[in-house]
T-cell receptor
Framework: GNSVTQMEGPVTLSEEAFLTINCTYT??????LFWYVQYPGEGLQLLLK?????DKGSNKGFEATYRKETTSFHLEKGSVQVSDSAVYFC????????????FGQGTTLQVKP | EAGVAQSPRYKIIEKRQSVAFWCNPI?????LYWYQQILGQGPKLLIQ????????DSQLPKDRFSAERLKGVDSTLKIQPAKLEDSAVYLC????????????FGPGTRLTVL
């Protein structure tokens, strides 16, 4: 079945460091891929998405590229801020168009000043 | 635009008791989802509604969980009787329609079963 695997956390970085959070997926067909973020005390928010191979999603300085050949959708940011501290979830929506999301286990990011 | 509302935010019950959660989606959103998020894991879909019809309830433990979406707007999720392993955050999400693929999440209800 479809699944998503994320790198284990927590990830601890200093402010202005480069961030990579790895995400790989297993799916049949051509899923859409997403990154959601959950700030402390808040609900999940869509951060970015990509709907087909080689698409790059971007938002708030974060980027991720849909790589079909490596079945990956790694999240990157060139310079993190303390306010980026949150839990990040990679997810896929399969090609059945029900909109059902399958999430990875989440990666906690802590950015220290 | 108001977001997805959920209540209560927190609930503590004894095992074998019953509990109900309420969700009010964003106005006009036809699709509503309930997810279960166990500590340290990603959310897992329990049930999906399109208007007031069920699209997918394959992961819903139907011997104890039930959900309804009367009139295609608000929804309730019920657990009866609760087990210890039901301790989790229950998330409600809504979407204008499944094809858009963007879901908007509520703050969740944190359930603790003692």
């Amino acid at each position: 079945g479809n699944s998503v695997t994320q790198m284990e956390g927590p990830v601890t970085l200093s402010e202005e460091a480069f961030l990579t959070i790895n995400c790989t997926y297993t799916a049949t067909g051509y899923p859409s891929l997403f990154w959601y973020v959950q700030y402390p005390g808040e609900g999940l928010q869509l951060l970015l998405k990509a709907t087909k191979a080689d698409d790059k999603g971007s938002n708030k300085g974060f980027e991720a590229t849909y790589r079909k050949e490596t079945t990956s959708f790694h999240l990157e940011k060139g310079s993190v801020q303390v306010s980026d501290s949150a839990v990040y979830f990679c997810a896929l929506s399969d090609s059945s168009n029900t909109g059902k999301l399958i999430f990875g286990q989440g990666t906690t990011l802590q950015v220290k000043p | 635009e108001a977001g997805v509302a959920q209540s209560p935010r927190y609930k503590i019950i004894e095992k074998r008791q019953s509990v109900a959660f309420w969700c009010n989606p964003i106005s006009g959103h036809a699709t509503l989802y309930w997810y279960q998020q166990i500590l340290g894991q990603g959310p897992k879909l329990l049930i999906q509604f399109q208007n007031n019809g069920v699209v997918d309830d394959s992961q819903l433990p139907k011997d104890r969980f039930s959900a309804e979406r009367l009139k295609g707007v608000d929804s309730t999720l019920k657990i009866q009787p609760a087990k210890l392993e039901d301790s989790a955050v229950y998330l409600c999400a809504s979407s204008p329609g499944p094809v858009t693929n963007e879901q908007f999440f509520g703050p969740g209800t944190r359930l603790t079963v003692l």
